[in-house]
């Protein structure tokens, strides 16, 4: 039974603050932290710290250099003398600098931790006692973890828990091969990091001192810069930022990697400081933020562990994250994204009577490129009499998922070609993801994610990933899937959408509208779906609406919600052809400004091809003057909607003569609807 009383005060001393304000999480925060972070141990954490047969502490030594360290014995080595103390029968491992930590009065930090269970507690308190058997502290502060990127391990004892002799001892002031290879294969490390107390009343309110933490991810999930320095990802956490906001405080830090089977402990101590953004954070999977570690010195103590640990499992929250490895490479394919790379066909699934799933993987050794929930991807398929044919396909998956998958219904050249002729084994050829028709899983407003026949694709793919983030960060955005479909035989992933629901715990409302009524699953509803219907299944809120699927479908969703007093920025749809949804802007909507005007004359400049020609405006759009010049650039749409001709502008100034529904990133023009500005115009370089 948990005994510790609630805190009234804010726990987090202005380090912690600091992050949280960057962050912009400072109120729930707080909240959150006063009924878990304590001043006394619960008595579950009293058990649970007694049963271990180690525990990881984090010091400062007297040079002030914060070191993560080991404490070992037999279970019961740790004794709760209440919920303020806690008596350790155990002395530091030889050569371990925790030994020049441990004065009377030292600030340690604790950390708890199960491997087989994945259960974890932190504890901090101070030096109060110590002898040749062990020592003792008052807590300070007491805090739950949760079992995020804990690898599942077994251990067993090799020799006797009291034989804490390591068979070798090293110096390090660098990492030589032997540690980069250590740190290369790992998958866990243990961080200690040292607030200074700002005065000594402030100590025990705010949790200053020192304090030690794990982290976890995939093989790989360590990057290694040079001999001195590696960068470790910041996953989702609990949100307290209790190690990051310690380094806004103090930069120095302690990291120790442990061989798990070898019993060997690589334990470094240097410098730390937050990397907040950047192009390879973004690409590695899982990654909000990173760390990077300059070593200063370090030892390598060999088998100085008695005990080993056998690999089980991954946490589940580790298989979504990335690697150093995976994030260059995702690099690499965002940098092919305007080129036609090859993707072999490696599953082929019926999802309905008329929609089908193609899974593709890259076939050129590269990856598979980046992409967000609801984007399409432009493919080029050469027909058995030799045609050409361009389309574009929403990717129907999470980008967490593996591979890519596009689910086709059969109407059309294209698609009838796919559904008749391409089989597993097959290779098409595709640019990088595109489209501007995607979600955001941080939001808190319920989403209402309504698709009709093939417009389920996008929803889908929405669908996965706010399940699969939900898990991530622990929160999932609330959602209602509104189905809609001729008939259960034309209806795509059923089975799959009920799995979501599942997951999802309460989440996710999944509602089928079907016209005909046979064959329907139990809970359906009759179609067609109204506003009237709609307003049955959705409970009074305020949602953000997405929609696909017929023009005229869409249409009179879109005009029916704009009449109940739906916000015009609240319905987002997924539109394809520059007519397909007429939207009525909201009243305080700035209208848009005027084109600029077009130049009459224009020298433009293709710089990777070499082409250059005069421009001028009977020739059309540039991508039109390309295709006169012999070029055969990227397209699909020839409308401005799909983006697969977004192209580098290098110099000059354009101008769109009809405005375009996709929103071309800053530096990229649209081809298709682009030509030559009349001001800065008269000189274009486009990197085609």
Same mark, same amino acid.
């Given at each position: 039974?948990? $005994? !510790?009383?609630?805190?009234? &005060?804010?726990?987090?001393?202005?380090?912690?603050?600091?992050?949280?304000?960057?962050?912009?999480?400072?109120?729930?925060v707080?909240?959150?932290g006063?009924?878990?972070?304590?001043?006394?141990?619960?008595?579950?954490?009293?058990?649970?710290?007694?049963?271990?047969?180690?525990m990881?502490?984090?010091?400062?030594?007297?040079?002030?250099?914060?070191?993560?360290?080991?404490?070992?014995?037999?279970?019961?080595?740790?004794?709760?003398?209440?919920?303020?103390?806690?008596?350790?029968?155990?002395?530091?491992?030889?050569?371990?600098?925790?030994?020049?930590?441990?004065?009377?009065? !030292?600030?340690?930090?604790?950390? +708890?931790?199960?491997?087989?269970t994945?259960?974890?507690?932190?504890?901090?308190?101070?030096?109060?006692? $110590?002898?040749?058997? +062990?020592?003792?502290?008052?807590?300070?502060?007491?805090?739950?973890?949760?079992?995020?990127?804990?690898?599942?391990r077994e251990?067993?004892?090799?020799?006797?828990?009291?034989?804490l002799?390591?068979r070798?001892?090293?110096?390090?002031?660098?990492?030589?091969?032997?540690?980069?290879?250590?740190?290369?294969?790992?998958?866990?490390?243990?961080?200690?990091t040292?607030?200074?107390?700002?005065?000594? *009343?402030?100590?025990?309110?705010?949790?200053?001192?020192?304090?030690?933490?794990?982290?976890?991810?995939?093989?790989?999930?360590?990057?290694?810069?040079?001999?001195? $320095?590696?960068?470790?990802? &910041?996953?989702?956490?609990?949100?307290f930022f209790?190690?990051?906001?310690?380094?806004?405080?103090?930069?120095?830090?302690?990291?120790l990697?442990?061989?798990?089977?070898?019993?060997?402990?690589?334990?470094l101590?240097?410098?730390?400081?937050?990397?907040?953004?950047?192009?390879?954070?973004?690409?590695?999977?899982?990654?909000?933020?990173?760390? /990077?570690?300059?070593?200063?010195?370090?030892?390598?103590?060999r088998?100085?562990?008695?005990?080993?640990?056998?690999?089980?499992?991954? *946490?589940?929250?580790?298989?979504?994250?990335?690697?150093?490895?995976?994030?260059?490479? /995702?690099?690499?394919?965002?940098?092919?994204?305007?080129?036609w790379?090859?993707? /072999?066909?490696? /599953?082929?699934?019926?999802?309905?009577?008329?929609?089908?799933?193609?899974?593709?993987?890259?076939?050129?050794?590269?990856?598979?490129p980046?992409?967000?929930?609801?984007?399409h991807?432009?493919?080029?398929?050469?027909?058995?009499?030799?045609?050409?044919?361009r389309?574009?396909?929403t990717?129907?998956?999470?980008? *967490?998922?593996?591979?890519?998958?596009?689910?086709?219904?059969?109407?059309?050249?294209?698609?009838?070609?796919l559904?008749?002729?391409?089989?597993?084994?097959?290779?098409?050829?595709? %640019?990088?993801?595109?489209?501007?028709?995607?979600?955001?899983?941080?939001?808190k407003r319920?989403?209402?994610?309504i698709?009709?026949?093939?417009?389920?694709?996008?929803?889908?793919?929405?669908?996965?990933? %706010?399940?699969?983030?939900?898990f991530?960060?622990?929160?999932?955005?609330?959602?209602?899937?509104?189905?809609?479909?001729?008939?259960?035989?034309?209806r795509?992933?059923?089975?799959?959408?009920?799995?979501?629901?599942?997951?999802?715990?309460?989440?996710?409302?999944l509602?089928?509208?079907?016209?005909?009524?046979?064959?329907?699953?139990?809970?359906?509803?009759?179609?067609?779906?109204?506003?009237?219907?709609?307003k049955?299944?959705?409970?009074?809120?305020?949602h953000?609406?997405?929609?696909?699927?017929?023009?005229?479908?869409?249409q009179?969703?879109?005009d029916?919600?704009?009449?109940?007093?739906?916000?015009?920025?609240?319905?987002q749809?997924?539109?394809?052809?520059?007519?397909?949804l007429?939207?009525?802007?909201?009243?305080?909507?700035?209208?848009?400004p005027?084109?600029?005007?077009?130049?009459?004359?224009?020298?433009?400049?293709? $710089?990777?091809?070499?082409?250059?020609?005069?421009?001028?405006?009977?020739?059309?759009?540039?991508?039109?003057?390309?295709?006169?010049?012999?070029?055969?650039?990227?397209? *699909?749409?020839r409308? +401005?909607?799909?983006?697969?001709c977004?192209?580098?502008?290098?110099?000059?100034?354009?101008?769109?003569p009809?405005?375009?529904?996709?929103r071309p990133?800053?530096?990229?023009?649209?081809?298709?609807?682009?030509?030559?500005?009349?001001?800065?115009?008269?000189?274009?370089?486009?990197?085609?």
């Open positions: 039974m948990d $005994t !510790a009383s609630t805190r009234s &005060d804010n726990p987090f001393h202005a380090g912690e603050q600091a992050v949280h304000d960057r962050l912009h999480i400072r109120e729930r707080v909240e959150v006063q009924r878990v972070i304590r001043t006394e141990m619960p008595d579950q954490h009293q058990r649970f710290f007694e049963q271990l047969p180690f990881l502490v984090g010091s400062v030594d007297r040079a002030g250099r914060p070191w993560a360290s080991v404490l070992v014995g037999r279970p019961g080595f740790v004794q709760a003398s209440g919920a303020k103390r806690l008596d350790f029968h155990a002395r530091p491992i030889p050569g371990d600098p925790l030994a020049g930590g441990l004065a009377p009065g !030292a600030q340690l930090g604790f950390l +708890g931790i199960e491997l087989h994945r259960r974890r507690n932190r504890v901090n308190g101070h030096v109060v006692a $110590t002898d040749a058997g +062990g020592f003792s502290i008052e807590v300070d502060q007491s805090v739950g973890n949760c079992p995020q990127y804990i690898q599942g251990f067993q004892w090799t020799r006797d828990a009291a034989d002799r390591p070798g001892t090293e110096a390090l002031t660098a990492l030589d091969a032997e540690a980069r290879a250590v740190i290369g294969r790992s998958d866990t490390l243990f961080i200690a040292q607030a200074p107390a700002a005065d000594d *009343s402030d100590d025990v309110k705010t949790g200053r001192g020192a304090d030690v933490s794990h982290r976890g991810g995939r093989p790989g999930f360590v990057k290694i810069e040079d001999d001195h $320095t590696f960068l470790v990802p &910041d996953f989702t956490g609990n949100f209790m190690t990051l906001g310690n380094l806004q405080l103090n930069p120095r830090a302690g990291v990697f442990i061989d798990f089977e070898t019993g060997d402990l690589l334990t101590s240097g410098t730390a400081e937050v990397v907040w953004d950047g192009d390879e954070l973004k690409a590695f999977e899982g990654a909000e933020r990173a760390w /990077r570690f300059r070593v200063e010195s370090g030892w390598r103590l088998d100085a562990l008695p005990m080993r640990w056998a690999f089980r499992d991954f *946490s589940p929250n580790s298989t979504l994250t990335g690697t150093w490895a995976e994030a260059a490479a /995702r690099l690499e394919a965002q940098r092919l994204a305007q080129t790379r090859p993707y /072999r066909v490696t /599953r082929v699934i019926d999802e309905s009577s008329v929609i089908r799933s193609f899974h593709l993987a890259p076939a050129d050794g590269h990856a598979v980046q992409f967000s929930a609801g984007q991807l432009p493919i080029r398929l050469k027909t058995i009499s030799g045609e050409e044919l389309r574009v396909y990717i129907s998956q999470a980008p *967490s998922d593996e591979g890519l998958r596009l689910s086709i219904k059969r109407e059309g050249a294209a698609s009838r070609h559904h008749d002729h391409v089989r597993a084994g097959d290779v098409i050829e595709a %640019l990088g993801p595109r489209g501007q028709f995607t979600i955001d899983e941080k939001l319920p989403a209402v994610l698709g009709g026949g093939v417009g389920i694709t996008p929803m889908v793919a929405f669908a996965r990933h %706010l399940v699969a983030e939900g991530r960060h622990r929160r999932t955005r609330p959602v209602h899937l509104i189905q809609v479909a001729r008939s259960e035989d034309l795509a992933f059923g089975a799959e959408l009920r799995a979501l629901e599942r997951r999802a715990r309460g989440a996710m409302k509602h089928v509208v079907l016209d005909a009524g046979d064959g329907a699953p139990e809970g359906a509803l009759r179609g067609p779906l109204t506003l009237d219907l709609l049955t299944v959705l409970p009074f809120d305020d953000e609406f997405f929609l696909c699927g017929p023009p005229g479908f869409m009179g969703l879109y029916g919600l704009r009449r109940l007093g739906v916000r015009d920025a609240r319905i749809a997924e539109a394809f052809g520059p007519s397909s007429k939207r009525r802007p909201d009243e305080a909507a700035a209208a848009p005027p084109p600029a005007p077009a130049a009459q004359q224009s020298t433009v400049s293709f $710089t990777r091809s070499g082409h250059v020609g005069e421009w001028t405006p009977e020739r059309g759009s540039l991508l039109e003057f390309a295709e006169d010049m012999g070029m055969n650039p990227p397209f *699909s749409c409308a +401005g909607h799909c983006g697969s977004a192209t580098r502008l290098t110099a000059g100034q354009i101008t769109y009809n405005p375009t529904s996709w990133s800053q530096g990229e023009v649209l081809l298709c609807c682009a030509v030559p500005a009349a001001d800065g115009g008269e000189r274009l370089e486009l990197d085609l």
